[in-house]
C-alpha cells in the first residue's frame, strides 16, 4: 500500500520562507506531486519530481530524495495570498502514474 | 479559469434521492477522474476514465455510478446515498501521459440529510 504524512498546520511571517515536508511509503515510486488548495477551490498544480533533487519555480521550489522517501516543498518571500492547504501526492509504479495517492494537506497560515 | 467546470457547485439530497453530479473539461485531455475529499481526510480517488473507458474503480460503492459519455464529459450519478457520503465530490482531467499534472474542477460541496 502507500502512505502519505505531512504536517497538519504550520504558521508563517510574510516575507519568511517556510518548508514543507512530506514522507511517503509506496509499494514502488513514480513521481511526486505538489498542489495547491484554497479554502473552498480547486487544487491546482504546483511542481512534479521524478528524479532526485531540487525543481525551482519562481518562488517554489520541490524537492525529492527517492531512497529517503521524503519531498519538501519551499515557499520563499511569503505572501497573504499563500496561506492555503498544500497537498503533496505520490504515484505509484505498481498501481499506475493516473492512481495519485494524496496526503491529508497542510495548512499554511501566513499572518502579517 | 481552471477549463474543467462542474455542476452544481452545491447539492443537499435526502438518502432516497437520485441525482447527477456533471463535469465538463475544455481541454482537450483523455482522461478524466473523480475524487472525493472529506473534511480531515486525504483526497480519494475514486474513478478513472481513459478515452471513455473506466479503467479504476478504487473499491466505491455501488450508489456511486459514474458515466463517461465522451472525452470531455463525465457524470456521477448518486442514488441511495449515506450521511457520511457528504464531501467535496472533485473532478479532474489530464493528458493520459504521467508527466502531466491533473487539472481539478472547483468541486461540488454534497451533503447528505
Known amino acids: 500500500g502507500q502512505n502519505i504524512d505531512q504536517p497538519t498546520e504550520m504558521t508563517a511571517t510574510e516575507g519568511a520562507i517556510v518548508q514543507i515536508n512530506c514522507t511517503y511509503q509506496?509499494?514502488?515510486?513514480?513521481?511526486l506531486f505538489w498542489y495547491q488548495q484554497h479554502a473552498g477551490e480547486a487544487p491546482t498544480f504546483l511542481s512534479y519530481?521524478?528524479?532526485?533533487g531540487l525543481e525551482e519555480k519562481g518562488r517554489f521550489s520541490s524537492f525529492l530524495s527517492r531512497s529517503k522517501g521524503y519531498s519538501y516543498l519551499l515557499l520563499k518571500e511569503l505572501q497573504m495570498k499563500d496561506s492555503a492547504s498544500y497537498l503533496c501526492a505520490v504515484s505509484g509504479l505498481n498501481t499506475g502514474f493516473q492512481k495519485l495517492v494524496f496526503g491529508t494537506g497542510t495548512r499554511l497560515l501566513v499572518s502579517p | 479559469e481552471t477549463g474543467v467546470t462542474q455542476t452544481p457547485r452545491h447539492l443537499v439530497m435526502g438518502m432516497t434521492n437520485k441525482k447527477s453530479l456533471k463535469c465538463e473539461q475544455h481541454?482537450?485531455?483523455?482522461?478524466m477522474y473523480w475524487y472525493k475529499q472529506s473534511a480531515k481526510k486525504p483526497l480519494e480517488l475514486m474513478f478513472v476514465y481513459n478515452f471513455k473507458e473506466q479503467t479504476e474503480n478504487n473499491s466505491v460503492p455501488s450508489r456511486f455510478s459514474p458515466e463517461c459519455p465522451n472525452s470531455s464529459h463525465l457524470f456521477l450519478h448518486l442514488h441511495t446515498l449515506q450521511p457520511e457520503d457528504s464531501a467535496l465530490y472533485l473532478c479532474a482531467s489530464s493528458p493520459q501521459r504521467e508527466e502531466y499534472e491533473q487539472y481539478f474542477g472547483p468541486g461540488t460541496r454534497l451533503t447528505v440529510t
Open positions: 481541454l482537450g485531455h483523455n482522461a
Open positions: 509506496t509499494s514502488g515510486f513514480n513521481g
Open positions: 519530481n521524478v528524479l532526485d
